[in-house]
């Protein structure tokens, strides 16, 4: 296989698709339904976590620094719209810093905060990879390959686990409370019974 058809191979065309539904996502948020929100993300963050595992081994060759397309501006613009949207469940504990066990510290992390440096990643990808020269679409997968590795593939992983905390938690509620609403609702029935007899 030459190189041009590995760079446009089915699976790293899905990949790209997965990645640009992801950020197109996160930057209109929907109608706030966080069950939803929490569900959604599971969902295309597992796509992304397994996708990256079906691009080629290719290695960077022709830039140092590749583009970027997020701005600070964005990024903060998606940052504050996933605060906002999330709410009292964005603060979470975790580990500072697991790269050095010595310095392991517990630190006030931000949920948000770890959504947007995927959604960076993502966008920055893929806009790099859709320029469709064949030196920018080489050096997008080496480098979404090798920032996944480094950096932002362990703040996926982080954030899947506080969603799955969350949305598990929120269901069990809403289930508690739904079988708390049934057995008032068959006592009130027990005590109709009980005066028509």
């Not at 593939?153 to 938690?169: A, D, F």
Request: aromatic share 12%; glycine share 6%; net charge negative.
């Amino acid at each position: 296989m030459n190189k041009i058809d590995v760079l446009i191979s089915p699976t790293t065309k899905e990949f790209v698709r997965i990645c640009r539904k992801y950020f197109q996502y996160l930057e209109s948020l929907p109608e706030k339904d966080i069950m939803n929100f929490w569900e959604t993300q599971l969902k295309m963050l597992s796509d992304i976590y397994t996708g990256i595992f079906t691009l080629p081994e290719i290695t960077a060759r022709y830039s140092y620094d590749v583009d970027k397309y997020v701005t600070e501006k964005a990024y903060n613009k998606t940052l504050s719209a996933l605060t906002a949207y999330i709410g009292g469940l964005d603060a979470f504990p975790d580990f500072s810093d697991l790269s050095y066990p010595g310095s392991i510290k517990v630190v006030e992390a931000s949920l948000s905060e770890l959504l947007t440096d995927v959604y960076q990643e993502m966008k920055d990808f893929v806009l790099l990879y859709e320029t469709g020269t064949l030196e920018n679409m080489n050096d997008a997968i080496a480098e979404c390959v090798e920032t996944f590795g480094r950096y932002w593939g362990v703040k996926l992983l982080t954030s899947l686990r506080i969603i799955h905390v969350n949305l598990y938690h929120q269901r069990y509620a809403e289930s508690k409370k739904s079988h708390d609403l049934e057995i008032d609702i068959e006592e009130v029935i027990g005590d109709y019974d009980g005066e028509e007899g």
